[in-house]
């Protein structure tokens, strides 16, 4: 449900774009890692996803998103992943996440763990990675597929009421949004180096992405 309405939903606030690697596959039982700039973002990854590949992943999603009434039942009938950040339950969503894998589905995930503090709706180059992403690839083996979205920001962005009023008008303002999807890779099982390999191949993915839109971030590395 959550893709489907993501690809019906996000044509009506922007203009999105999707490219990919020549390379770019996306095989089952993939980890799917993100950048994260927005609360709009998974929105814009599963339409595209949806849209350029025929996917639909699980998403592993903050837990407060559960106590909605009807989203939380949506979100567990699909098997998507609720994320209990900073507390015992936390390492249980990678347990979830590797059980979805064996069964042969795509996992998304934002291995930043948080959206960057910055008030205004300019694009953010992807924070450090929390180590999250590397233990699950080294635990199931599964190929990960870098990808870098922009233009979230120009639909959400900043405080509560600005985020409002963003949402409100982007319908009128229609902004670009892109998103760009990677060449697979295989992390190593040293932590550090996977880490440290996943974020560079999320920022190129990023950076390929807000280039598409001229943000002046993409140039600034």
Do not use: C
Not at 86 to 99: E, P, T
Not at 138 to 156: E, L, S, Y
């Amino acid at each position: 449900m959550l893709s489907r309405l993501a690809a019906r939903v996000v044509p009506l606030f922007g203009r999105l774009t999707v490219t990919t690697d020549a390379d770019a596959r996306i095989a089952p039982g993939s980890i799917l890692v993100v950048n994260h700039t927005s609360t709009a973002d998974p929105a814009l990854v599963l339409a595209a996803l949806r849209r350029r590949l025929a996917v639909e992943p699980v998403v592993l999603a903050t837990a407060g998103l559960w106590r909605v009434p009807v989203l939380g039942r949506a979100l567990t009938r699909e098997g998507h992943v609720p994320v209990h950040r900073n507390s015992a339950r936390a390492a249980a969503s990678l347990d979830a996440a590797a059980v979805a894998l064996a069964s042969g589905r795509h996992v998304m995930l934002y291995a930043e763990g948080r959206i960057p503090p910055r008030p205004d709706s300019a694009e953010n180059p992807p924070e450090a990675f929390r180590t999250g992403l590397a233990r699950l690839a080294r635990t199931t083996g599964a190929q990960v597929v870098p990808i870098g979205q922009a233009g979230a920001r120009r639909i959400t962005s900043g405080g509560r009421v600005k985020q409002i009023a963003g949402v409100l008008t982007s319908p009128v303002r229609r902004p670009s949004l892109h998103v760009h999807i990677g060449s697979p890779l295989r992390l190593p099982d040293d932590i550090t180096a996977a880490t440290t390999l996943a974020h560079g191949a999320v920022t190129e993915a990023w950076r390929t992405a807000a280039g598409a839109l001229g943000e002046p971030a993409a140039l600034d590395h």
